[in-house]
């Protein structure tokens, strides 16, 4: 045991010295999160598989991402060793927050992961499937609670989305908020709220248990791990994804940019990475280049009319 | 197998000797990281995490449990000696530990909070065990009705935290919960407050605060002392060791603690931090020396402390038997788990029994641990008291800021730090107590969230606030505890409440 | 020396004035501020404002009690405050907040350590800078290097540790 740690106190401290190719990742969010563990995997994996010699994480919390953002976009420009990551959550913080800066003002690499948005009920609800909970938002639509995650994030844009799909006026929804997916799960099992909206994989486990029931699933496609349908199966025109991506300094070169595209490229084709996914469960949903950058404005235009329908964005 | 073999089968695996050095290696780093000012055990915890990696199953299990009861322990030690609480479950423990610390008595309020959390960790861990899977029907019960409930009790509770003055009390609680409202409301992203300033949206870090109020506060009021001769700390005074009268009012303390701590730890919307607020309220109403509290009452730390240690037992209830995380080292501790390809959940109990049944018996072998290390430290803790002031304040506002700094390096927030200790150091300064700020902090956005939660379900139907029997009898409680002083007062029978308190229990 | 305050025995209290302007103050932003939040009361009925106001209302009620207080006379006034070591761990705090980022950790919290210990007596710079320094500098080593907590790095850092 000493050994390992007088190990790790010698590795850090003779760190070796900066190399070409390197890169600082800013995580806009406090370590610990989401895209805290996805900034550092990023840095573990372009260290372990020599793509970079050094990289470093560094946090800038606050706002939906829309803090670190401002940071990045202003004080980076046109340096191609700056990257930031950030998420589908980042779009909506950005016009719920009214952020001066947007993903227009960084320079988009690629989509990295993502996960589904799961609709589910706790198993001794009496919904059965997704078209009578749609059933019942048309009759009452208050009469439907839904617990999810914070206000003006995926999960309340996902609802806010199949309410628009379904014919329901979005406005009347019944979203509760809660702040950890704890407290969301229990208020779920103890039929405190009609149904949950959470990333699939905070219900899975409650799934495979029997605690839970999964009602659909926000993808194109069905999701590993459950056999529920999706909601554009089931007949509602909606598709969401809760992803992941990585961005570069704005006012790159196009070389630059391919520079960075080509690095990203290595390290989402690396067994390292692959292996990183397994172990942190993530799937990988990597989209890059034209496509990606084709998909996000897309998104971004839906997201700005939900949210002007929910009337969280003026 | 019999819960009792699964722990027996437990405990022979953690009794190893490598796995026994572990154990120490484990409390002692937590303890060292832990006992730095305005470090809490969440940050503790997840600085020494990635220590255990590498380690056998077994090992890391058992170091990360010593890291976590070792930092919390750490945390109150320098509540207690220097005042500088690094997270909100320890800022009741500072009251009166401190307290008792400046009159000499810092060996006991250690010995206290150390035999306490002892105490209480033990048997939070047996309860664990053996009552985990009927605790967390109970945890299921409560829904935001419930919840709201209880922090109106936790408001009731907080009074006997205000000191002399109520006005001064209620001045402080209202400056936390006018502070609480900064930033973006969780329920509707509603922008409140925040005056355009995107660093001000996410609100105000309970732990910013509580430094800046305690230990900066601290620190600009102590050298704000013109001589200083009036405000002499005594490093000891008296034994080091608790007394016999000592023994005698911390025991019912930590069992009163504990009974308080688990189920409020196992509730996912409870928590550490509500757990020692009521606890701290019930020693101030039964210990029957409520006279002493706010001047160094043992029962206001053995209370507190064994409350808070419990409460860490009771998340484990949710996270275990539900794979629920419901606070920051509940979710680091997942993490942990994730390191072994295991996603704690409702069937970890059925998939992992080894870990699960590892995992209890490294809790309390790192709780034996941590009385052996720490009993025989209390005498070199207390000699902190004796270093110079102008470099033990030059240390303390350097890992104040080093928390700080670590999380968010922004600007924003070390101007906040700055803010709020001169703010502190006013309240100081003018009698109005530290505490409440802080409480307000905590309980405003919970009773405000949970209330509105509560009415959006019932779609705006106050009448579900008392719908339930649980929410109606923790709304009696609350309301009897309010009034019943107030009646037994104004009858000129205040003797009688403290005969009932002895009598209780 | 102590309580000079005091001599003047049950005048109005002052400070309880300013307090009640403080708590007023902040009342009425918090009911200004209310007016501006478009109603989201939603299902529950009550939406972001209404807390505002609550605790509004309070703060007032508050600021209302403090004047009578006041007006009764006050509790004793304060002890005299010496105002040179405030100075100094404010003017401690404050370039600690300048200079982390251009300077880096270790010369900013060096600085901090020193200012301190000048507000508690040691005003000898000479010896508390290259200290504090020294000190920061293994509180960086231990957190930022062996613990991965990402501390702001400047030259000195990136000197000894390579950045």
Excluded: C
Aim: proline fraction near 5%; hydrophobic fraction near 50%; glycine fraction near 14%.
């Amino acid at each position: 045991m000493k050994h390992t740690l007088l190990s790790a106190v010698f590795a850090a401290a003779f760190a070796l010295p900066a190399l070409a190719g390197d890169y600082v990742i800013m995580a806009p969010a406090a370590p610990g999160g989401g895209w805290d563990s996805t900034a550092r995997s990023m840095q573990e994996v372009l260290q372990a598989e020599g793509i970079s010699g050094s990289v470093q994480v560094q946090n800038v919390p606050g706002a939906g991402g829309t803090v670190g953002l401002a940071q990045f976009a202003a004080g980076t420009a046109g340096d191609p060793t700056q990257l930031i990551v950030g998420g589908y959550v980042m779009v909506g913080a950005i016009l719920t927050n009214d952020s001066p800066v947007s993903l227009a003002d960084v320079t988009p690499i690629a989509r990295l992961t993502g996960e589904a948005v799961g609709i589910a009920v706790s198993a001794s609800s009496p919904i059965q499937t997704i078209g009578e909970l749609v059933e019942m938002m048309k009759a009452d639509p208050g009469s439907v609670s839904w617990a999810g995650g914070s206000a003006g994030g995926v999960d309340h844009i996902t609802v806010g989305l199949l309410a628009k799909a379904a014919g329901v006026d979005p406005t009347k929804i019944n979203y509760v908020a809660f702040a950890g997916g704890g407290e969301a799960l229990a208020a779920i099992l103890g039929n405190q709220v009609t149904v949950g909206i959470s990333g699939v994989g905070e219900f899975l486990p409650q799934v495979q248990a029997g605690t839970m029931r999964m009602l659909a699933v926000s993808t194109a496609e069905k999701w590993q791990g459950t056999d529920a349908p999706t909601l554009m199966e089931a007949g509602y025109d909606v598709n969401v994804q809760n992803w992941r991506m990585v961005a570069a300094a704005p006012g790159l070169s196009a070389e630059q940019k391919a520079a960075v595209a080509a690095d990203i490229d290595a390290m989402v084709n690396s067994a390292g990475w692959k292996a990183m996914l397994d172990t942190k469960g993530w799937a990988n949903t990597y989209l890059a280049g034209a496509e990606f950058e084709a998909q996000l404005a897309k998104e971004i235009e839906a997201t700005t009319a939900v949210l002007k329908d929910i009337g969280l964005v003026k | 197998m019999t819960t009792i073999d699964f722990l027996l089968q437990g405990l022979a695996v953690a009794t190893d000797p490598m796995i026994l050095l572990y154990a120490l290696i484990g409390v002692t780093l937590g303890t060292a990281v832990g006992v730095l000012p305005g470090i809490g055990p969440a940050l503790t915890v997840a600085l020494l995490l990635p220590v255990t990696y590498g380690l056998d199953p077994a090992g890391s299990l058992i170091m990360f449990a010593g890291i976590y009861y070792g930092g919390m322990y750490g945390g109150s030690t320098t509540s207690i000696l220097l005042n500088t609480p690094g997270e909100s479950a320890s800022i009741v423990t500072a009251l009166e530990g401190n307290k008792m610390a400046r009159a000499g008595r810092g060996g006991p309020a250690l010995a206290t909070a150390a035999i306490g959390s002892f105490v209480a960790g033990v048997l939070a861990t047996m309860a664990l065990a053996f009552l985990a899977p009927h605790i967390v029907k109970l945890a299921l019960i409560f829904g935001p009705r419930e919840y709201f409930a209880l922090m109106v009790l936790a408001f009731v509770t907080v009074s006997a935290a205000f000191g002399d003055s109520a006005l001064k009390g209620m001045t402080s609680l209202f400056i936390g919960l006018a502070l609480a409202l900064i930033g973006i409301d969780g329920l509707t992203g509603q922008a409140r407050l925040s005056f355009g300033v995107p660093q001000l949206l996410d609100g105000i870090e309970v732990t910013t605060l509580a430094v800046a109020m305690f230990a900066v506060g601290e620190a600009l009021f102590v050298a704000a002392q013109i001589g200083g001769a009036e405000d002499k700390v005594h490093a000891i005074k008296g034994g080091v060791a608790m007394s016999r009268s000592d023994w005698k009012r911390s025991w019912r303390s930590w069992l009163r603690g504990t009974a308080i701590g688990f189920p409020i730890g196992a509730m996912p919307a409870g928590g550490a931090d509500i757990a020692s607020f009521l606890s701290y309220g019930t020693e101030k109403r039964f210990s029957g020396h409520a006279d002493e509290f706010g001047k160094g009452a043992i029962e206001g730390v053995a209370g507190p402390e064994a409350a808070n240690n419990a409460a860490a037992a009771g998340t484990l209830v949710p996270l275990l038997t539900l794979g629920l995380p419901t606070t920051a080292t509940a979710a680091i501790m997942l993490a942990g788990f994730q390191q072994f390809g295991l996603q704690p959940g409702p069937l970890l109990f059925v998939t992992a029994p080894d870990l699960v049944w590892g995992l209890i018996a490294s809790l309390l072998i790192a709780n034996v641990m941590l009385l052996v290390l720490n009993l025989p430290l209390i005498g070199l803790w207390i000699k902190l008291l004796t270093i110079p002031r102008p470099w033990l304040y030059a240390g303390i506002l350097l890992f104040a800021t080093l928390g700080t700094i670590g999380i968010n390096p922004s600007p924003v927030e070390l101007a906040m730090l700055t803010i709020f200790g001169v703010l502190g150091y006013l309240m100081r300064l003018y009698g109005y107590p530290i505490a409440p700020v802080v409480v307000g902090l905590i309980l405003g956005p919970m009773a405000e969230q949970q209330l509105r939660r509560a009415l959006s379900i019932s779609q705006g139907d106050w009448t579900t606030l008392w719908s339930t029997p649980v929410a109606a009898g923790i709304l009696i409680v609350a309301a009897l505890a309010l009034i019943v002083p107030i009646i037994l007062r104004l009858r000129g029978k205040g003797h009688v409440l403290a005969q009932i308190g002895g009598d209780e229990d | 020396m102590i309580k000079r305050l005091t001599a003047t025995g049950r005048r109005p209290d002052g400070a309880a004035f300013i307090v009640a302007a403080g708590l007023a103050a902040g009342g009425a932003v918090l009911i200004w501020q209310a007016g501006t939040i478009p109603d989201k009361g939603g299902y529950a009925g009550i939406g972001s404002a209404e807390t505002l106001i609550f605790v509004g209302w309070g703060l007032v009620l508050l600021a209302l009690a403090h004047v009578v207080k006041g007006l009764r006379g006050g509790d004793g006034g304060v002890p005299r405050q010496a105002p040179v070591p405030i100075a100094f761990v404010v003017g401690g705090l404050l370039l600690q907040l300048l200079l982390l980022h251009p300077a880096g950790f270790s010369i900013a919290g060096g600085v901090l350590f020193s200012m301190t210990a000048a507000a508690f007596g040691k005003r000898n710079f000479a010896l508390t800078l290259p200290i504090g320094i020294v000190f920061a500098l293994v509180v960086y080593a231990v957190f930022d290097q062996v613990l991965k907590l990402n501390l702001p790095a400047g030259f000195l850092e990136n000197l000894i540790f390579g950045g």
